[in-house]
């Protein structure tokens, strides 16, 4: 046997376990899934067979469609305003923090992380609730005569997912930035380029496989997220994630909480073409 | 006597057998108030057993898990009242010994054989009850208010109103505003519910579930929750006394919760033990007052052991006039359930 035949057995070996998990927890289960979305319910009782009228109830019932508006435009305004938030903290750790104190500042930003997920969802009702600690400083500060509602909207779920994804967004840019060399900078500005023209013109676009990469997770994360727009939207509208539990858990209607999970890794299979040509996932 | 002596043999077997060493292990599907220890650790210390207990919420959701599940994963099942026949034609009910369960000390409207009772032969028992109705800050919203819904969507409380994140009970509450009997919701008059249930969402400020919607009465988030009731409030009526819950002119819903001996269990004899437990005056003084929701216990004789605090918490002495007024869940078929879900799921996404 060829050295070459050898190894590439060995990497097959290696790859295997990876590649059976996958396709045991992945393929298999999303395949299942899929022939699921084309059957129907007859009374209580899932009827197998080729049925597309889960998918069209999807495009022309109003409360579905509203469901997937409402997903998409809470998902590229978190992504925005985490992106634009993120980069300039990352930038920060990166280029003025000294490198001896870079490790602490990402500890800082990051430290949420540590809390879980769904103990931090709850906690910010306390925060942007009628009492809670925003409404009483405005009140405090004489800004506001009423409490103003921000608890149960979607801004709180959008002030919710922001919190998240900025910490995550921060350390997928801020891996990028520290990669790039001072050199690009310096000579960008010994040939005439302002700061702002530097940056625009030289660090945004060598940045840029970072920041899509960040954005890209974000988006994923964001649009599939249930926890986040269940505890803090209140129910004043509904999300695809929170569709799709209402007809697991309570109508027990798995073609079309199928369908719809079709119609979401549709979404983000879309959103990784369109963003493949700057996406670096070995960047994260 | 020759039955009483079976009976305590088989408990005492029961006990013997069961040592910690051979880590006897019972499995119970329930709602979330049979999680509190207070409950749970007298029967797992008399019985030297473990009691693996996996919450869900909804009657599909629990049906879903069993229908998954292999026979012998499960040994006790909590369920809605009103979804027992649903259980037990899905096959997921044992028979239980009627015999055995003390129903002849439940309050009268408590026993619910039309619900428990399938073909003749028993297969739940009921172990809880409260109401759906109206919960309130009094402090902050007039009491008299509360005593008719029409209120509730006349403006004065705009913004103040959480709802109850169950379609069953509040499609009910708005059914009864209308003057429809719960019995009575078909797919027919399903739509005269459709103006009054818009109404009361745009004049509500959330729509939560258990948890949320505890917070944000407790929060002053909102001031009334239609759909509460003492499962709502009671539990936070030490800290609050300000919370109250009523049953508006038009009346409420009477929820009740029963348990029953999954079919296939390996340990049937264990299981029915469990049930036996929950439903004796002890077992049902704990799951009245449990930490995660207070309800009135469908044991009469449970009165004996709560404290008279507990007691005033729960309404005891009102419960003649309360369940007067009460009505059942409704009970849709499955094409009036998915219209009701889908009604509910639009009322959401408003």
Same mark, same amino acid.
């Given at each position: 046997?060829?050295?070459?035949?050898?190894?590439?057995?060995?990497?097959?070996?290696?790859?295997?376990?990876?590649?059976?998990?996958?396709?045991?927890?992945?393929?298999?289960?999303?395949?299942?899934?899929?022939?699921?979305?084309?059957?129907?319910?007859?009374?209580?009782?899932?009827?197998?067979?080729?049925?597309?009228?889960?998918?069209?109830?999807?495009?022309?019932?109003?409360?579905?469609?509203?469901?997937?508006?409402?997903?998409?435009?809470?998902?590229?305004?978190?992504?925005?305003?985490?992106?634009?938030?993120?980069?300039?903290?990352?930038?920060?750790?990166?280029?003025?923090?000294?490198?001896?104190?870079?490790?602490?500042?990402?500890?800082?930003?990051?430290?949420?992380?540590?809390?879980?997920?769904?103990?931090?969802?709850?906690?910010?009702?306390?925060?942007?609730?009628?009492?809670?600690?925003?409404?009483?400083?405005?009140?405090?500060?004489?800004?506001?005569?009423?409490?103003?509602?921000?608890?149960?909207?979607?801004?709180?779920?959008?002030?919710?997912?922001?919190?998240?994804?900025?910490?995550?967004?921060?350390?997928?840019?801020?891996?990028?930035?520290?990669?790039?060399?001072?050199?690009?900078?310096?000579?960008?500005?010994?040939?005439?380029?302002?700061?702002?023209?530097?940056?625009?013109?030289?660090?945004?676009?060598?940045?840029?496989?970072?920041?899509?990469?960040?954005?890209?997770?974000?988006?994923?994360?964001?649009?599939?997220?249930?926890?986040?727009?269940?505890?803090?939207?209140?129910?004043?509208?509904?999300?695809?994630?929170?569709?799709?539990?209402?007809?697991?858990?309570?109508?027990?209607?798995?073609?079309?909480?199928?369908?719809?999970?079709?119609?979401?890794?549709?979404?983000?299979?879309?959103?990784?073409?369109?963003?493949?040509?700057?996406?670096?996932?070995?960047?994260? | 006597?020759?039955?009483?002596?079976?009976?305590?043999?088989?408990?005492?077997?029961?006990?013997?057998?069961?040592?910690?060493?051979l880590?006897?292990?019972?499995?119970?599907?329930?709602?979330?108030?049979?999680?509190?220890?207070?409950?749970?650790r007298?029967?797992?210390?008399?019985?030297?057993?473990?009691?693996?207990?996996?919450?869900?919420?909804?009657?599909?959701?629990?049906?879903?898990?069993?229908?998954?599940?292999?026979p012998?994963?499960?040994?006790?099942?909590?369920?809605?009242?009103?979804d027992?026949?649903?259980?037990?034609?899905?096959?997921?009910?044992?028979?239980?010994?009627?015999?055995?369960?003390?129903?002849?000390?439940?309050?009268?409207?408590?026993?619910m054989a039309?619900?428990?009772?399938?073909?003749?032969?028993?297969?739940?028992?009921?172990?809880?009850?409260?109401?759906?109705?109206?919960?309130?800050?009094?402090?902050?919203?007039?009491?008299?208010?509360?005593?008719?819904?029409?209120t509730?969507?006349?403006?004065?409380?705009?913004?103040?109103?959480?709802?109850?994140?169950?379609?069953?009970?509040?499609?009910?509450?708005?059914? %009864?505003?209308?003057?429809?009997?719960?019995? !009575?919701? /078909?797919?027919?008059?399903? +739509? *005269? #519910? &459709?103006?009054?249930?818009?109404?009361?969402?745009k004049?509500?400020?959330?729509?939560?579930?258990?948890?949320?919607?505890?917070?944000?009465?407790?929060?002053?988030?909102?001031?009334?929750?239609?759909?509460?009731?003492?499962?709502?409030?009671?539990? %936070?009526?030490?800290?609050?006394?300000?919370? !109250?819950? /009523?049953?508006?002119?038009? +009346? *409420? #819903? &009477?929820?009740?919760q029963?348990?029953?001996?999954?079919a296939?269990?390996?340990?049937?004899?264990?299981?029915?033990?469990?049930?036996?437990?929950?439903?004796?005056?002890?077992?049902?003084?704990?799951?009245?007052?449990?930490?995660?929701?207070?309800?009135?216990?469908?044991?009469?004789?449970?009165?004996?052991?709560?404290?008279?605090?507990?007691? *005033?918490?729960?309404?005891?002495?009102?419960?003649?006039?309360?369940?007067?007024?009460?009505?059942?869940?409704?009970?849709?078929?499955?094409?009036?359930?998915?219209?009701?879900?889908?009604?509910?799921?639009e009322?959401l996404?408003?």
């Open positions: 046997m060829s050295l070459a035949a050898r190894d590439r057995r060995l990497a097959w070996g290696l790859m295997a376990p990876a590649l059976l998990w996958t396709a045991a927890f992945f393929v298999l289960p999303f395949l299942g899934m899929i022939a699921l979305s084309f059957a129907h319910m007859e009374g209580r009782q899932v009827v197998q067979g080729f049925d597309t009228g889960n998918y069209a109830r999807i495009f022309t019932d109003w409360t579905m469609l509203k469901a997937l508006i409402n997903s998409l435009e809470i998902t590229a305004v978190v992504t925005v305003i985490s992106v634009v938030l993120a980069y300039p903290l990352a930038a920060i750790i990166a280029f003025r923090v000294p490198a001896r104190w870079q490790r602490l500042a990402l500890l800082m930003a990051v430290l949420p992380f540590w809390t879980s997920y769904v103990v931090r969802s709850y906690s910010w009702p306390l925060v942007l609730g009628q009492n809670g600690v925003v409404n009483q400083t405005l009140l405090g500060l004489g800004l506001i005569a009423e409490p103003v509602q921000i608890a149960s909207t979607r801004a709180a779920t959008v002030v919710g997912f922001v919190h998240f994804f900025v910490m995550l967004l921060t350390l997928t840019i801020y891996a990028n930035l520290i990669q790039l060399s001072p050199n690009y900078a310096r000579a960008a500005q010994d040939l005439g380029a302002s700061r702002w023209q530097t940056f625009v013109h030289v660090i945004l676009p060598l940045t840029l496989p970072g920041v899509v990469t960040g954005a890209f997770l974000t988006f994923v994360l964001c649009i599939g997220d249930y926890i986040t727009p269940q505890i803090l939207g209140g129910n004043t509208e509904l999300t695809l994630p929170q569709l799709i539990m209402l007809q697991l858990g309570r109508s027990g209607n798995f073609p079309l909480a199928s369908a719809l999970s079709v119609v979401l890794m549709a979404v983000v299979t879309l959103a990784y073409f369109a963003s493949s040509r700057w996406l670096r996932l070995d960047r994260v | 006597m020759e039955m009483t002596m079976t009976r305590t043999l088989s408990a005492l077997a029961l006990i013997l057998t069961a040592t910690p060493g880590a006897q292990e019972l499995n119970a599907l329930v709602w979330c108030d049979h999680t509190d220890p207070a409950l749970i007298p029967f797992e210390e008399k019985f030297g057993v473990k009691v693996n207990l996996k919450e869900y919420e909804g009657t599909a959701a629990g049906l879903a898990i069993l229908d998954q599940s292999q012998g994963d499960w040994d006790v099942l909590v369920i809605d009242a009103v027992v026949k649903r259980a037990v034609e899905a096959g997921h009910l044992a028979e239980l010994p009627a015999d055995q369960l003390p129903t002849a000390d439940f309050f009268p409207e408590l026993v039309e619900n428990n009772t399938v073909g003749g032969k028993t297969y739940a028992v009921t172990e809880k009850f409260g109401y759906n109705t109206v919960s309130y800050d009094k402090s902050k919203v007039d009491p008299a208010d509360m005593e008719d819904m029409a509730l969507t006349s403006g004065k409380y705009d913004g103040r109103i959480g709802i109850y994140d169950y379609y069953l009970p509040v499609l009910g509450l708005v059914a %009864l505003s209308q003057g429809i009997k719960t019995a !009575d919701i /078909t797919a027919e008059n399903l +739509g *005269a #519910l &459709r103006e009054p249930l818009m109404a009361l969402r004049a509500s400020k959330q729509v939560s579930e258990v948890v949320a919607a505890q917070t944000a009465l407790a929060t002053g988030e909102v001031d009334i929750v239609v759909g509460g009731g003492e499962w709502l409030t009671a539990v %936070l009526a030490t800290e609050n006394p300000n919370l !109250d819950w /009523t049953i508006p002119k038009q +009346g *409420a #819903l &009477r929820w009740a029963s348990i029953g001996v999954v296939g269990s390996t340990q049937p004899d264990l299981a029915l033990e469990f049930v036996k437990y929950i439903v004796s005056p002890e077992g049902q003084a704990a799951l009245a007052t449990s930490s995660c929701y207070w309800g009135m216990p469908a044991n009469a004789k449970a009165g004996e052991v709560l404290s008279p605090e507990a007691k *005033a918490v729960l309404r005891w002495d009102q419960q003649p006039d309360f369940l007067a007024r009460a009505q059942l869940y409704p009970i849709p078929d499955a094409a009036l359930d998915t219209a009701m879900q889908d009604l509910w799921t009322m996404n408003q």
